[in-house]
């Protein structure tokens, strides 16, 4: 699947987001243009015409260049699209119809594009990356408090912080870019704010980790949702806002001070900056991490993911998990009979069981469902945790297991999907009817995770599929032979267990653990 993201300009907020997820989107040919959205150069429009050849879905990440291009380039309106909406004020300008989803990044915003669109609405919140943006648990902030924005201007309520900080004799940090001059020189002739117009990222995270608060004074209805906060709140700085943008999302009455009053009164805020100085920050810094903490990249990623899966088609997702150990070729065989399935809304998850290997990737080239690879290397755990790691990573409804030696017939995924239902675990036919055996079997994604997944004590030859199968029976699931989701196992086992004397140590194991049926 190819999926091309158009941002506005290269470092803004929307772009960040967009380069953002581009990491966990490594089984998506996933491509970020940016294109500004009133003065395109030559060279941007160059690349977005090479980057949509071929393309299955755009996803329009600013309005405004998502308009400009649609109006250049009509032949855009019949690629399926996305448009993520990060403009409150703009809202109302239209009704959004000639996009197939409208992603909201706010739940207020989402429900004022519901009186005015009949497109399908999805919302998405905010994240940022979660890997750089740490919790400070050295805090030891200076006599300042900082202000971070996209651009300088009245509607951001910074020069009523200025002169708050002033009175209260504190040091304003101020960084932005500069979209009003004059307002800035009004802001600096306050005499206590310090501007830094370009720095980089880790200067930034400097600058929340020694800052004792971090303020949002916007207006009302400016902000869709500030991504500062969400860096300070990971940071450890503690946030005084008004209810703006996505402020309502995370508020829960304890992970932040809120301003109730209006943005221009400088008296009320000079009162909540005091109450705030002399509140328990150190509380508000734990809380404001515990529910920032679900607000990162990778969740984004992956609801987008399911997004773009169903434009291209509206099946329940299926996630093909193959467990590998060596034997490249065998696995070469399994991933060509997954391309030549007939069921369609397929990722596949690769879990390497063995040594590390950075060839591995290079074997989804050129497949039909490129896929995500996985590292188990030199587990004690083997199997159990290798299939675990791939029910984390899964994104689909469906969960199909089928180690590499399994050449699935390429209507396999086709009949369990036709035969899943909830609470039951379904396994295929190899050739032979035998008793159930999970390494090929099909089961609800969340089914599974709510039983507990697989057990990494099951270490005996026949233990993993025994202990499975009585489990599922023991949390109400019935398991059920699909004997038209065909397999053929290609080449020799490597297993050298005494099989017979494994199956009944297990067996006795089990009846210990009163499992037995």
């Known amino acids: 699947m190819k999926v091309v993201a158009v941002s506005d300009k290269v470092g803004t907020a929307i772009d960040r987001l967009c380069r953002g997820v581009a990491k966990y989107h490594d089984n998506l040919e996933y491509i970020v243009c940016d294109v500004h959205p009133k003065r395109p150069d030559p060279d941007q429009l160059k690349r977005f015409e090479e980057a949509i050849k071929g393309a299955d879905i755009i996803d329009y990440q600013y309005f405004r260049t998502a308009d400009m291009l649609r109006e250049r380039y009509p032949e ?76 300088i201007e009245s509607k951001k309520g910074i020069l009523e912080v200025a002169i708050a900080c002033a009175e209260l004799d504190i040091e304003l940090i101020l960084v932005g870019a500069i979209s009003d001059r004059a307002y800035l020189d009004d802001i600096m002739a306050c005499g206590t704010t310090t501007f830094y117009e370009q720095v980089s990222d880790s200067k930034l995270k400097e600058l929340y980790y020694e800052s004792k608060l971090h303020i949002c004074n916007s207006q009302d209805n400016f902000e869709s949702g500030t991504l500062p906060v969400l860096e300070a709140m990971y940071c450890g700085t503690p946030v005084v806002t008004r209810k703006v943008g ?196 099909c089961v609800y994604r969340e089914d599974l995770i709510r039983i507990g997944m697989f057990c990494e004590r099951m270490d005996k030859y026949g233990g993993l599929s025994q202990e499975t199968r009585s489990r599922a029976k023991y949390n109400g699931f019935t398991v059920e032979f699909v004997d038209k989701a065909i397999a053929k196992a290609w080449g020799k086992s490597s297993n050298k267990h005494n099989k017979k004397a494994d199956i009944i140590q297990m067996k006795n194991r089990l009846w210990k653990m009163s499992m037995e049926l």
């Open 76 to 151: 855009l309106k019949n690629i399926s699209s996305i448009l993520t909406h990060n403009n409150p004020y703009s809202i109302k300008e239209r009704d959004w119809n000639d996009y197939q989803i409208v992603v909201a990044n706010n739940l207020t915003m989402q429900a004022d594009l519901s009186t005015i669109t009949n497109a399908r609405l999805e919302y998405i919140p905010l994240t940022i990356d979660s890997d750089f943006w740490t919790f400070n648990t050295d805090w030891k902030p200076k006599n300042q408090v900082i202000m971070v924005a996209n651009r």
């Open 246 to 441: 996505h402020i309502p999302d995370l508020y829960n009455g304890e992970n932040m001070i809120i301003n109730e009053h209006s943005n221009e009164d400088v008296v009320k805020l000079i009162e909540v900056l005091k109450q705030a100085l002399d509140s328990d920050l150190q509380s508000i810094r734990d809380k404001a991490w515990q529910s920032a903490k679900t607000r990162n990249n990778e969740r984004r990623a992956y609801a987008y993911q399911k997004l773009y899966r169903s434009l291209i088609d509206n099946t329940k997702t299926v996630s093909i998990i193959v467990p590998t150990c060596e034997k490249r070729d065998v696995l070469d065989r399994c991933l060509e009979a997954i391309d030549n399935q007939t069921y369609k809304n397929i990722e596949v998850i690769v879990v390497n069981d063995g040594e590390p290997d950075k060839n591995l990737a290079l074997l989804s080239k050129g497949r039909r469902y490129p896929f995500r690879v996985i590292e188990n290397n030199n587990n004690d755990y083997g199997l159990a945790r290798a299939r675990n790691k791939g029910v984390i990573e899964a994104t689909g409804d469906v969960l199909v297991f089928c180690d590499q030696r399994m050449i699935m017939d390429n209507k396999a995924v086709e009949k369990f999907v036709e035969n899943i239902k909830p609470r039951t675990w379904l396994y295929g036919n190899k050739g032979v009817k035998k008793e159930f055996v999970e390494n090929f079997s």
